[in-house]
């Protein structure tokens, strides 16, 4: 089945600075890949997704690329600000809808 | 919040109890989740129903029974559990299993087995 994992497991930046979060699958069928922010005590929510066809997207100060040759995808947010603290998780899935989810990013933003 | 509703928030229960985590979604979606997550571990699928019918049983113990009787909700019967089964129970919903749609998820159930 898919694997997912994901580094760091935690990041610290300063307010204004860039974060990078990594992800790498291992099933090549995968074709789907979200990414959700889990602030404390709240539900995990959708910032982004990406799929296979597509190399890079990007919303405001977010944005995922794919690499599919390489299996791996990150998350990049930039100009970081103090309500971007929160748990990151990437997923990956094969199209049957069930996603598999990397353990996840702790970010602290530091003004 | 409306969306995808989890009760209870939280549950206390002991070893020998039985209980239940309902779920309900007012999204229209056709596939609904229960994912366990647990402290520095990944978002773990357990239960997948896509039009009431259970496609995905991701080795979960016996102790762990889900029920779905009907597009809207799903539940989550618990009996005899074990400590380590003390996690974050959240559900989740999407439009239908065989497509890439967002989940939606719940607030979810913290569960504390004692």
């Known amino acids: 089945g898919e694997n997912v994992e994901q580094h760091p497991s935690t990041l610290s930046v300063q307010e204004g600075d860039s974060a990078v979060i990594k992800c790498t699958y291992s099933?090549?069928?995968?074709?789907?890949f979200p990414w959700y922010k889990q602030e404390l005590g709240k539900r995990p929510q959708l910032i982004i997704d990406i799929r296979s066809n597509v190399g890079e997207k990007k919303d405001q100060r977010i944005a995922v690329t794919l690499n599919k040759t390489a299996k791996h995808f990150s998350l990049h947010i930039t100009e970081t600000q103090p309500e971007d603290s929160a748990v990151y998780f990437c997923a990956a899935s094969n199209g049957w809808g069930k996603l598999q989810f990397g353990a996840g990013t702790q970010v602290v933003v530091t003004p | 919040e409306t969306g995808v509703t989890q009760t209870p928030r939280h549950l206390v229960m002991g070893m020998t109890n039985k209980k239940s985590l309902k779920c309900e979604q007012h999204l229209g979606h056709n596939a609904m989740y229960w994912y366990k997550q647990s402290a520095k571990k990944p978002l773990e699928l357990m239960f997948v129903?896509?039009?009431?019918?259970?496609?995905e049983n991701n080795s979960v113990p016996s102790r762990f029974s889900p029920e779905c009787p009907n597009s809207s909700h799903l539940f989550l019967h618990l009996h005899t559990l074990q400590p380590e089964d003390s996690a974050l129970y959240l559900c989740?919903?999407?439009?239908?299993?065989?497509?890439?749609?967002?989940?939606?998820f719940g607030q979810g159930t913290r569960l504390t087995v004692v």
């Open positions: 129903y896509n039009f009431k019918e259970q496609t």
């Open positions: 989740a919903s999407s439009q239908d299993e065989g497509v890439n749609t967002e989940a939606f």
């Open positions: 099933d090549s069928a995968s074709n789907y």
